[in-house]
């Protein structure tokens, strides 16, 4: 495992995401304390993972890379469903209200909006 570049809390409290250097992200339950093994990994990014973030409702999940991308993840079954080229580092992804407002923040100084489908 490599190390954890980020990480974000669910709002329930109950699943924490962990973005790592060697281009994954390990889905937990944190009710589980012996972190044994994640409920799943995600893999897609080509870049260390800098960023994810957690829809309000907890179903999606947003990472951004130093590979320029977003990748955004449906965490019910754990398949990536976008990914939106940021030209630049990624680093720092918000998801709003009803899963569909994306901001961006890159390392070139630019604040993007997306509005998903």
């Known amino acids: 495992m490599g190390f954890s570049g980020s990480i974000a809390l669910s709002s329930d409290g109950h699943t924490l995401a962990s973005g790592y250097t060697h281009q994954m992200i390990d889905i937990w339950d944190i009710r589980d304390t012996s972190f044994g093994q994640p409920l799943c990994t995600l893999s897609?990014?080509?870049?260390?993972?800098?960023?994810?973030?957690?829809?309000?409702?907890?179903?999606?999940?947003?990472?951004?890379?130093?590979?320029?991308?977003?990748?955004?993840?449906?965490?019910?079954?754990?398949?990536?469903?976008?990914?939106?080229?940021?030209?630049?580092?990624?680093?720092?992804?918000?998801?709003?209200?009803?899963?569909?407002?994306?901001?961006?923040?890159?390392?070139d100084g630019t604040v993007k909006t997306w509005i998903r489908n």
Do not use: E, Y
């Open 44 to 107: 897609g990014h080509t870049g260390p993972v800098r960023t994810v973030a957690f829809s309000p409702d907890g179903r999606i999940l947003a990472s951004g890379s130093r590979d320029t991308t977003i990748k955004v993840w449906d965490l019910s079954n754990g398949r990536l469903v976008q990914t939106i080229g940021q030209g630049s580092i990624v680093s720092i992804v918000i998801l709003g209200q009803n899963n569909s407002l994306l901001i961006s923040g890159c390392d």
